[in-house]
């Protein structure tokens, strides 16, 4: 199996039986595509942290097929998948937690909400997915709380001593606004916790739905974030990416009915997370551009 070398390089630096899983991935594809009857295409271009592959069921029917070492956050993804039922979101069509694979329906034509040109056109989309897919949070599934993830500030702290490569005023920053956020939420739901431009395609059943969600309970303010931190690395490359940013949480406030200081400091929140996790994944060029982003995020006034 020809696998890119960043694919490889990603897969052994995340996840602790990374080479193995590798080692093994090719039997594991077989047997799975043998097991719900597939025919598979070769997989799509620029992977990531999962095997992902366009096939074929076996009643002719387009389907996606993903794999990853067995983890907690792809139980997410699949757990999600099953609550949302495909309203919002590609239908989940089988899953084995225990294999790390999962099939769900492939979204034609496919395109990335990120070839429109239209910013307030996306945003309001976007606003609109994250309206269909909020849903109460089940009794019996436990989803990681924010203060889980955020848990990496305090991890990135202990381990350089301080703000380590992040400049100290941005990350205290960060540090605060998460500890006031955190302590004054709303009513926490299921969210998506990935919701941007490349995670939503248009289909041919609604016209956008999304894909990948992370699975996080929190309440319904943070699923803004992740959408202002994108298109990466475009944003950076608009004219007035701080004009951009300030309009988007304007449009959110106004669609949504949120306060704007949530939107945006749970922006700078997330922004400076993503950095920790970047330094802490060896991850230079994403570190940077989440790190202007905060930078310009944290110079908008609401």
């Known amino acids: 199996m020809n696998l890119p070398d960043p694919f490889r390089s990603t897969v052994i ?3 602790e039986n ?18 719900w009857s597939l025919t598979l295409e070769p997989p799509f271009l620029n992977l990531s942290y999962n095997y992902v592959v366009p096939a074929a069921r076996s009643d002719g029917s387009d389907a996606v097929l993903k794999l990853g070492p067995p983890n907690p956050e792809l139980c997410c993804e699949m757990d999600s998948l099953r609550i949302y039922d495909g309203q919002g979101a590609a239908r989940l069509l089988e899953r084995d937690p225990d294999a790390g694979a999962l099939l769900v329906e492939r979204l034609r034509p496919g395109t990335m909400l990120s070839t429109l040109e239209d910013d307030p056109a996306m945003t309001s989309i976007a606003a609109g997915i994250m309206r269909e897919l909020w849903r109460p949070l089940p009794k019996k599934r436990a989803f990681p709380s924010l203060t889980r993830w955020f848990a990496a500030l305090t991890e990135h702290r202990g381990t350089h001593g301080g703000s380590g490569p992040i400049p100290s005023r941005l990350f205290e920053e960060a540090e605060s606004l998460f500890t006031e956020l955190n302590a004054s939420q709303g009513e926490p739901v299921l969210l998506h916790g990935d919701i941007h431009h490349f995670n939503l395609l ?3 059943r609604a016209p956008w739905l999304a894909i990948d969600p992370k699975g996080l309970a929190g309440e319904r303010e943070f699923d803004t974030a992740q959408f202002l931190l994108n298109p ?15 309009r988007r949480i304007d449009q959110f406030a106004d669609e949504l009915g949120f306060d704007r200081a949530r939107i945006r400091g749970w922006g ?35």
């Open 18 to 35: 990374g080479s193995t899983w590798l080692l093994e991935l090719p039997d594991r594809v077989r047997d799975i595509a043998g097991h």
């Open 268 to 302: 700078i929140a997330n922004a400076v997370l993503s950095v920790c996790w970047g330094v802490a994944h060896n991850k230079p060029v994403d570190s940077r551009y989440d790190l202007a982003c905060s930078e310009i995020l944290s110079k908008i006034r609401v």
């Open 232 to 246: 990466c690395p475009h944003l950076l490359e608009m004219p007035d990416p701080g004009q951009i940013l300030g």
């Open 202 to 204: 248009q289909a041919e």
């Open 13 to 15: 630096a995340t996840y």
